[in-house]
């Protein structure tokens, strides 16, 4: 992956500037960053407009999502393998051209198959921006300067999901759905220049055979736990065929996959198992897996509590929202300047606490919640999340050597999105199962032994004599029962979030006396 190494620099022309060089691949790549990690969200908002103009129903609709999200998750593990084969340079302007023609061809669509073939290709030349784009800033900086360049990458990779659904919503309701994807060719056209003219052009290295067999094996069980998990809840789960065949098939290929691995030489198999033998990578591993969880699982909960239990429209419960994004981005700047000066151990001990604190005042949240609440907790629990984002990303590669960064980076970003998806989908679950508990139990109490019914004013509403009566006490009790299912998910949120916080001590702080290694080749 870098061609030098610590001594034996090359030297650079005396009229090149490497700051400025500096300055514009970030620029660059974090454009590139940006579009990919936009399109995960601000598709969503659109879905309805789509659903109309496609003639599509409501479940066809829905694999407009999952269709980029299945690619973009089994395209991802490939970015190690394209940059030792057709060389860094040349993987990083593929995939931004073909991401960019991708969403012409999104905006373009005329009929549903055309939409979901698109996003296929969306997802799979997508895959690998953001991986290495991380990779790209660890080798143009040297590794004193790691934590600023992870607070530059976790905000680029932050900054989508904040302004997908705010952006989306916009251009959907001033021009159309179709704007939604064409806001791409503008910036895919930048970053595309931007890496061209300024990062330099390495040569493959070609050390790593293609494993086809194993790369079948793990597209496969990625892609079926994906499916799992995002038609899961529609599907009832396991009381569904298709459900039982996406678990069967994920069971089947991941056991292959380990077994064919775990049998073949180093370097010869899909997956360089030597990643799993550094103990820093495999921590961070495991802490990136149990953010993702937290972070988006929370992000898809809160707005639809706000819109669902206390009447929010959807751009108040939008505003309301958005500081969340900006105390993380605020925090990212801060513990950039950080990390490196401070344990890391502590760093991310601070940060969980934070993010553990706002989850347990959402656990508090009662249905009189009011604006100004939601807006002080969303700050605090950005804070504490971009306390852990920073210094966790400069941890888990500081003990990794540059030449396995883009697979690192790869599986890195692999894992944050399953353990996204798989929050997404615990909670959501957890949130209907719940509220159907609840309901059951507080119905329980609803009798006409129960002398609160026999109160004038109460009586007077949920007056059980009539059918509107039982229909508007109904009503209260789904809402009370919904509210107690969202304070469950909290809870349990916010308990994992304190369990992780003992396996800080897995965490190795990198020696201060390491050598310094910089990718020159990188910079032109």
Not at 111 to 118: D, H
Not at 392 to 418: C, D, H, K, W
Request: glycine share 8%; with cysteine; hydrophobic share 50%.
């Amino acid at each position: 992956m870098s061609s030098a190494t610590a001594g034996a620099t090359p030297a650079l022309p005396a009229s090149q500037d490497p700051s400025l060089n500096r300055r514009m691949i970030t620029i660059s790549i974090m454009l590139a960053t940006i579009i990919q990690a936009l399109d995960g969200t601000i598709a969503n908002v659109a879905l309805p407009h789509m659903q109309g103009s496609l003639s599509a129903s409501q479940d066809q609709i829905t694999w407009v999502l999952t269709s980029f999200i299945v690619a973009a998750a089994i395209a991802t593990p490939l970015t190690g393998w394209l940059c030792d084969r057709f060389g860094q340079k040349n993987t990083f302007l593929v995939s931004v051209a073909g991401f960019t023609l991708a969403s012409v061809l999104c905006g373009l669509s005329g009929t549903l198959s055309e939409i979901v073939a698109a996003r296929l290709l969306q997802g799979v030349f997508g895959a690998a921006l953001v991986p290495l784009s991380q990779a790209v800033l660890l080798d143009i900086n040297p590794r004193e300067k790691h934590g600023s360049a992870m607070a530059i990458w976790g905000m680029g990779v932050m900054i989508g999901p904040i302004l997908g659904p705010t952006l989306g919503g916009w251009l959907t309701d001033s021009y159309s759905w179709r704007w939604v994807f064409f806001i791409n060719i503008p910036i895919g056209a930048m970053a595309f220049y931007g890496i061209w003219r300024y990062i330099r052009k390495d040569p493959p290295n070609r050390r790593m055979n293609f494993d086809m067999f194993g790369f079948a094996t793990l597209s496969l069980s990625i892609g079926a736990l994906q499916m799992l998990l995002d038609r899961g809840e529609q599907n009832d789960w396991f009381s569904s065929t298709e459900t039982w065949i996406e678990a069967i098939v994920l069971a089947m290929s991941l056991c292959y996959f380990v077994a064919h691995t775990a049998l073949r030489p180093a370097g010869k198999s899909f997956l360089d198992y030597r990643l799993l033998k550094n103990s820093n990578y495999v921590s961070g591993l495991l802490f990136i897996f149990i953010v993702g969880m937290v972070l988006f699982a929370t992000r898809a909960l809160t707005p639809s509590m706000l819109q669902g239990l206390m009447n929010y429209p959807a751009a108040i419960a939008g505003l309301v929202t958005a500081p969340s994004g900006l105390g993380t981005m605020l925090a990212m700047l801060i513990v950039g300047r950080l990390t490196g000066r401070i344990d890391t151990r502590i760093l991310l001990g601070v940060g969980f606490s934070i993010t553990a604190f706002s989850l347990w005042q959402m656990a508090n949240f009662t249905l009189d919640l009011v604006p100004k609440t939601v807006v002080w907790n969303g700050i605090i629990q950005g804070i504490g999340l971009g306390l852990v984002f920073v210094p966790l990303s400069a941890a888990t590669f500081a003990t990794l050597s540059p030449q396995m960064r883009a697979e690192g980076t790869a599986i890195y970003s692999l894992v944050r999105n399953i353990g996204s998806s798989i929050g997404i989908a615990l909670v959501q679950t957890l949130l209907v199962r719940n509220t159907q508990i609840a309901h059951a139990s507080l119905t329980e109490h609803v009798n006409i032994a129960n002398p609160a019914l026999h109160d004038p004013a109460i009586a007077g509403v949920y007056n059980l004599g009539t059918a509107s009566g039982m229909a508007a006490l109904n009503g209260e009790i789904t809402r009370q029962a919904s509210m107690i299912a969202y304070l469950d998910d909290f809870w349990l949120m916010m308990w994992l979030t304190i369990l992780v916080l003992p396996l800080l001590l897995l965490i190795k702080p990198p020696k201060k006396n390491a050598p310094v290694v910089v990718d020159h080749a990188a910079m032109e």
